[in-house]
């Protein structure tokens, strides 16, 4: 069996075990992996990538020049994390819910996070953890990327008021099936003073 075939019979079986986690019945596209990490290069520093699954992601990232050393995989699902581990040796994967992610010692800051998670199937409490968490990590000028089969961000307005933070579309693909956008979620600039 080929790789690609491995990759989408795992991504089933995950898929089936529990699909509001997993939330899609294939492994993300190269379209996608490709528009989720065209910001990201080996200046970036180390990324965190949250729910890598199979990988697909992971590999458009070693594509782009980071270091494998600079990725922080972190996946709730055990046999996503075990193929993990032996496809990326050199990358610190970690069998977590991504909802701890502060709780991980980074020893510096970030310059991205990369997420694969079904933030739509999330209760917001959970996607606030997430998010918190991350920019916990991020650096001032760091990005969290996240991609969304929906028409829309999903992450609700009032929760990126409630953490100050902002969300740009940077794409849509419609080589991935199904079809996908992907936002970049930033800091917002803090308000100059009045003059």
């Given at each position: 069996m080929?790789?690609?075939?491995?990759?989408a019979?795992?991504?089933?079986?995950?898929?089936?075990?529990?699909?509001?986690?997993?939330?899609?019945?294939?492994?993300?596209?190269?379209?996608?992996?490709?528009?989720?990490?065209?910001?990201?290069?080996?200046e970036?520093?180390?990324?965190?990538?949250?729910?890598?699954?199979?990988?697909?992601?992971?590999?458009?990232?070693?594509?782009?020049g980071?270091?494998?050393?600079?990725?922080?995989?972190?996946?709730?699902?055990?046999?996503?994390?075990?193929?993990?581990?032996?496809?990326?040796?050199a990358?610190?994967?970690?069998?977590m819910?991504?909802?701890?992610?502060?709780?991980?010692?980074m020893?510096?800051?970030?310059?991205?996070?990369?997420?694969?998670?079904?933030?739509?199937?999330?209760?917001p409490?959970?996607?606030?953890?997430?998010?918190?968490?991350?920019?916990?990590?991020?650096g001032?000028?760091?990005?969290?990327?996240?991609?969304?089969?929906?028409?829309?961000?999903?992450?609700?307005?009032?929760?990126?008021?409630?953490?100050?933070?902002?969300?740009?579309?940077?794409?849509?693909?419609?080589?991935?099936?199904?079809?996908?956008?992907?936002?970049?979620?930033?800091?917002?600039?803090?308000?100059?003073?009045?003059?």
């Open positions: 080929t790789s690609r075939t491995t990759d019979l795992v991504f089933f079986k995950a898929w089936l075990a529990a699909p509001l986690q997993v939330a899609s019945v294939t492994p993300s596209g190269r379209a996608l992996s490709l528009l989720i990490t065209q910001e990201i290069s080996p970036t520093g180390t990324v965190i990538e949250l729910g890598p699954g199979t990988g697909v992601f992971t590999e458009a990232l070693l594509d782009r980071v270091q494998e050393e600079d990725l922080v995989l972190i996946e709730s699902g055990a046999a996503f994390a075990e193929e993990l581990t032996l496809r990326f040796p990358a610190r994967t970690m069998l819910d991504a909802a701890r992610v502060r709780e991980v010692e020893g510096g800051t970030v310059g991205a996070v990369v997420s694969g998670l079904p933030l739509l199937s999330m209760p409490r959970k996607v606030l953890a997430i998010l918190d968490g991350a920019f916990a990590h991020l001032q000028h760091g990005a969290f990327y996240q991609f969304t089969y929906g028409p829309r961000c999903p992450v609700p307005r009032p929760l990126l008021d409630r953490l100050g933070l902002k969300a740009t579309l940077i794409g849509r693909t419609c080589a991935n099936l199904p079809p996908a956008a992907v936002y970049r979620i930033r800091r917002r600039r803090p308000l100059q003073p009045y003059r």
